[in-house]
C-alpha cells in the first residue's frame, strides 16, 4: 500500500516545486548577468579614447563567454522538455507500437 507520501499527486507536486526552482535559477542567472554586463560595457565605453574603440572584441569577451554558459544553462533548464517532453515521449510510443503491429510481433 502507498503512503501518502508515495502518492502521485505528492510526486507531480515534487517535480514541479523542482522545475520551478530550476526555472527560477535561470532567471537569476540571467538578471545577474545583464546587470553585470552592462555595468562593464558601461564601465569600458566610458575608458576608451574612441567609439571605434568600444566595439572590438576585447571588450565582449565576458558578455560572450557567460552568455555561453547562460545559453548552456538555458539548454539544461529548457532544452530537455522542449526537445523530448511528454509529448514527443507519447508520439514515439505510438510509433513503436505501430511498427510492432505492422511486423505482426504482437497481436
Do not use: C
Not at 546587470?35 to 576585447?58: G, M, R
Not at 565576458?62 to 547562460?70: A, E, I, N, R, T
Amino acid at each position: 500500500m502507498k503512503t501518502y507520501k508515495e502518492s502521485p499527486v505528492n510526486e507531480n507536486y515534487a517535480f514541479a516545486e523542482k522545475r520551478v526552482k530550476r526555472i527560477k535559477g535561470f532567471y537569476t542567472h540571467l538578471l545577474i548577468y545583464a546587470v553585470i554586463n552592462l555595468a562593464a560595457l558601461i564601465a569600458v565605453y566610458f575608458e576608451v579614447k574612441t567609439v571605434s574603440d568600444f566595439w572590438k572584441l576585447k571588450n565582449f569577451w565576458m558578455l560572450l563567454s557567460w552568455g555561453v554558459g547562460l545559453a548552456a544553462h538555458a539548454v539544461s533548464v529548457f532544452g530537455p522538455h522542449v526537445l523530448f517532453g511528454p509529448k514527443w515521449e507519447e508520439r514515439k510510443i505510438r510509433q513503436i507500437i505501430e511498427k510492432e503491429r505492422k511486423s505482426q510481433h504482437w497481436e
